[in-house]
């Protein structure tokens, strides 16, 4: 089992940043992919970053590209969204989630989930 529990969100307005984590506890952490996802009001859950076991990461959405970056810290066992330059259209209760092997852009093949949490970015 991996418990994943996300900080960091918050109201903020347009242009501002902020950083989103989550810390994982449970199994070894470094061995899992991880993904950061979003959900607006009345959307689907939609990927934003994954990262792999070892730090690498992979696409991003194309939204999002240039203003957020992913990261792991395998030591502390915390990944982490750096989210520069937010627009209204951000807004979404954010989750991280944890899934073995690489990481997916489909929410459906991650075994793990955060409780997720909300940020609001004003006009």
């Known amino acids: 089992q991996v418990q994943l529990v996300e900080s960091g969100g918050g109201l903020v307005q347009a242009g501002e940043s902020l950083r989103l984590s989550c810390a994982a506890s449970?199994?070894?952490?470094?061995?899992?992919?991880m993904g950061w996802f979003r959900q607006a009001p009345g959307k689907e859950r939609e990927f934003v970053a994954g990262i792999t076991w070892s730090g690498g990461s992979t696409p991003y959405v194309d939204s999002v590209k240039g203003r957020f970056t992913v990261s792991k810290d395998n030591t502390k066992n915390m990944v982490y969204l750096q989210m520069n330059s937010l627009k209204p259209e951000d807004t979404a209760v954010y989750y991280c989630a944890a899934r073995v092997l690489a990481p997916s852009v489909v929410a459906g093949l991650y075994d793990y989930w955060g409780q997720g949490t909300q940020v609001t970015v004003s006009s």
């Open positions: 449970g199994r070894t952490f470094n061995s899992y992919a």
